[in-house]
């Protein structure tokens, strides 16, 4: 089994509407979660952290569930520009502060 | 420009030959990393640093080496290239509060 596993996608929208994927992770000692976001042929960009109390930044929700070990990622009124993949990544300080990352999930949006 | 800089950013060579790739960070990080990425894969660590005299193997270090040069500088060698070796090979920094990586822009690397 994978230390971290992402829904395996694609994911294929009409714009306007609400997507969510979830991302679990193996090993309960993780600390930190991000979402990074890859466009085709490009380098991750942080999309965001994500925190137990959860968090938003504008159209985008993270979520994070220690207890079941996922997280999540919801994309509300997707846009064409939201086309992309998305990585959950879990970093644990304590195995020496290696951020391990998921397959990805790439998303579509269409007119 | 770049906060973090790969070069060169597309190389073809053949099996059997020595490439080096290279990185350098602006953003005054101590940690720097290197990924391999496969086509519909996620990144692999090959190897990071914690500090100019901390090298680590990562997950899939046979076949490289790498060398920190300095707290800006981190390049990553393959001795004797072959095929299966051709991928998008990312340098990342991160922060030490936060954890979060900043890559540069990916090297594109096909062995013949």
């Known amino acids: 089994r994978k230390e971290v596993e992402q829904d395996p996608g694609p994911f294929n929208v009409p714009e306007g509407a609400t997507v969510a994927f979830n991302c679990t992770y193996s090993?309960?000692?993780?600390?930190?979660f991000f979402w990074y976001r890859q466009d085709c042929r490009k380098e991750p960009k942080l999309l965001m952290s994500?925190?137990?109390s959860g968090n938003e930044d504008g159209r985008f929700t993270a979520q994070l569930n220690r207890a079941s070990q996922y997280i999540s990622l919801l994309i509300r009124d997707s846009k064409l520009s939201d086309s992309a993949t998305y990585l959950c990544?879990?970093?644990?300080?304590?195995?020496?502060?290696?951020?391990?990352f998921g397959d990805g999930t790439t998303l579509t949006v269409k007119p | 420009d770049a906060d973090v800089t790969q070069t060169p950013r597309n190389r073809i060579t053949k099996t059997g030959k020595r490439i080096m790739l290279e990185c350098s960070q602006t953003k005054g990080h101590d940690r720097m990393y290197w990924y391999r990425q496969d086509p519909g894969l996620g990144l692999q660590l090959i190897y990071y640093?914690?500090?100019?005299?901390?090298?680590n193997k990562g997950e899939i270090s046979d076949g490289y080496s790498v060398s920190r040069q300095a707290q800006a500088k981190f390049s990553l060698s393959l001795e004797s290239a072959i095929p299966n070796q051709t991928a998008l090979y990312f340098c990342a920094t991160s922060d030490t509060d936060t954890g979060e990586l900043f890559f540069g822009e990916g090297s594109r690397l096909t062995v013949l």
């Open positions: 090993n309960s000692a993780s600390q930190s």
């Open positions: 994500v925190y137990s």
């Open positions: 990544v879990v970093n644990n300080w304590g195995n020496a502060g290696k951020s391990t």
């Open positions: 640093s914690f500090d100019v005299k901390d090298i």
